[in-house]
């Protein structure tokens, strides 16, 4: 079955950078747009980030554009999201997907941005 495993979150200061990854399985993930979404305490699902399925093209929400950029490696068959001038706002617990909508996520990996 489909398997999603995030890792990296920790607590870091505003302006400090951090990179998360995940480990999937059992689906084609070569074959498979890949997605970062978060969710904020209290809000819901956000989507972040998208990656084609060969890397070619990524896209970003407004809020992350220009801090984070979103990189798969298929031989390995990971996807990561690395986070630069963290701010607050991002504090979140972060989801890889499978769909825009977080709908089939992994267990997530909280990030907590504060001074």
């Known amino acids: 079955q489909v398997q999603l495993v995030e890792s990296g979150g920790a607590l870091v200061q505003p302006g400090e950078s951090l990179k998360l990854s995940c480990a999937a399985s059992?689906?084609?993930?070569?074959?498979?747009?890949m997605y970062w979404v978060r969710q904020a305490p209290g809000k819901g699902l956000e989507w972040v980030s998208s990656i084609t399925e060969g890397g070619t093209y990524t896209d970003y929400a407004d809020s992350v554009k220009g801090r984070f950029t979103i990189l798969r490696d298929n031989a390995k068959r990971t996807l990561s999201l690395e986070m630069n001038n963290l701010k607050t706002e991002d504090t979140a617990v972060y989801y890889c997907?499978?769909?825009?909508?977080?709908?089939?996520r992994g267990k997530g990996t909280s990030v907590t941005v504060s001074s």
């Open positions: 997907a499978t769909d825009r909508s977080g709908t089939w």
């Open positions: 059992g689906f084609m993930f070569s074959s498979t747009v």
